[in-house]
């Protein structure tokens, strides 16, 4: 089984670009092999999350454009910056900078803007929720 793993791993083009799979180092694969799946998960139950308190189908659609907003800011985001994909990261100016304090700078900046992005969006679309929705999230 390993093997086979192992030979698609090898093969497949779309493994060879995914994080952990690239450098094709086992300890990397083999957290990517464990970590995929969690964040998956994870990201499924933060999305489904408080959808049995939903009110109407527009306070569903609302929360789902919320829950993204956050696991797009939260998640998706710092992994792609983390992970460099597509060698994105080196083509951000603050990132690119050889001085290491200016890369840390850069990267404050980056987490700041992202939990405003994240603040704006998030309290922008909670203006939208109907009462009985609010009332309810906010007895449980």
Not at 8 to 22: I, V, Y
Not at 42 to 48: A, I, P
Not at 106 to 132: D, N, P, Q, R
């Amino acid at each position: 089984m390993l093997k086979q793993i192992q030979f698609f791993l090898a093969s497949s083009k779309l493994a060879t670009q995914m994080p952990g799979f690239r450098t094709r180092t086992p300890w990397k694969q083999l957290a990517a092999l464990i970590g995929y799946p969690i964040l998956f998960v994870l990201s499924y139950v933060y999305m489904s999350y408080q959808m049995n308190h939903v009110a109407s189908a527009r306070d569903g659609v609302l929360l789902g454009i919320n829950n993204f907003v956050v696991v797009l800011c939260m998640i998706i985001l710092p992994f792609i910056l983390i992970t460099n994909i597509k060698d994105i990261r080196n083509k951000l100016p603050l990132f690119k900078e050889k001085n290491t304090g200016r890369k840390v700078a850069g990267t404050a900046l980056t987490v700041f803007l992202l939990f405003a992005v994240m603040g704006v969006l998030t309290t922008s679309i909670s203006k939208f929720y109907s009462e009985e929705f609010v009332e309810k999230i906010s007895e449980s």
